[in-house]
């Protein structure tokens, strides 16, 4: 199984534990913190970033349920994988209600060990893209001024059009910023920023002709329209 490197936290009070995982984890070409101690691991914390760590439930000083709770009271939203040779399912379900990515029970297999890992990698992988597009998805709309409830929903359903695959058409009058929206909109990217304006024809054309092009029509409605449209 291949994995790119990440910063990996690993704490356990046996360290014959401690020295497999980390063997098995640098093996996959991750850099791994090792703590002995609920201590350790906080203080580790002070000093480094990692994507993911494996806090033992059963440590000496302080349990891993109560590390898990000051890592989350910190503010830190890294996946955490429990593990215990005492597992039961009251403490799998404390342990995810603390905020664990996922609770494995000792002895584990290391195979099993490194697809949660990777698992997780992946899932913190996906939410930084996600929290990348969202502040990517504000600064394009940071020029949209306006505090009314009306601009305010306009931005909001432009937010939400902007996440469909679909065609969005804009709607409005000259010079209430169509142009604006729509060079903001994040698909662009996709398609290579291509756009195609149609206001500058618009403008030449009559309405009786747009009304008949776009909207539905039926027999004998317009002088000139001898067949069903819709």
Same mark, same amino acid.
Not at 85 to 114: C, N, W
Not at 145 to 162: C, D, F, L, N
Not at 204 to 226: D, I, M, Q
């Given at each position: ?9 690993? #704490? ?11 063997? /098995? ?7 791994? %913190? ?16 990692? @994507? ?5 439930? #059963? ?6 349920? $109560? ?10 939203? !890294? ?28 002895? !584990? ?13 992946? @899932? @913190? ?10 502040? $990517? ?6 020029? %949209? ?17 902007? =996440? ?22 994040? @698909? ?7 756009? !195609? /304006?149609?206001? =500058? ?26 067949? $069903?449209?819709?």
């Amino acid at each position: 199984m291949e994995l790119s490197g990440e910063t990996i936290l690993v #704490a356990d009070d046996d360290p014959y534990i401690g020295k497999v995982l980390t063997d /098995r984890l640098e093996a996959l070409g991750h850099r791994v %913190l090792l703590a002995a101690s609920g201590k350790g691991v906080l203080e580790l914390l002070e000093r480094h970033d990692p @994507q993911v760590a494996l806090l033992d439930i #059963a440590m000496a000083d302080i349990t891993g349920i $109560e590390v898990l709770k000051e890592i989350r009271r910190r503010g830190r939203d !890294f996946p955490i994988v429990m593990i215990t040779a005492y597992g039961s399912i009251d403490l799998t379900v404390q342990a995810m209600r603390e905020g664990a990515y996922d609770f494995i029970p000792k002895p !584990f297999k290391l195979d099993h060990i490194a697809l949660v890992i990777q698992k997780a990698i992946e @899932q @913190q992988r996906l939410r930084r893209k996600v929290e990348i597009l969202s502040e $990517e998805t504000d600064k394009r709309y940071q020029l %949209l001024i306006g505090k009314s409830s009306q601009m305010t929903q306009a931005v909001e359903t432009a937010r939400k059009a902007a =996440q469909a695959k679909a065609t969005v058409l804009l709607l409005g009058e000259s010079g209430t910023g169509k142009e604006l929206f729509g060079a903001r909109h994040p @698909q662009l990217e996709r398609a290579q920023r291509r756009s !195609f /304006r149609c206001h =500058q024809l618009c403008r030449s054309l009559k309405r009786t002709f747009g009304e008949r092009t776009v909207r539905p029509r039926k027999r004998g409605l317009y002088g000139r329209a001898p067949t $069903e449209k819709r």
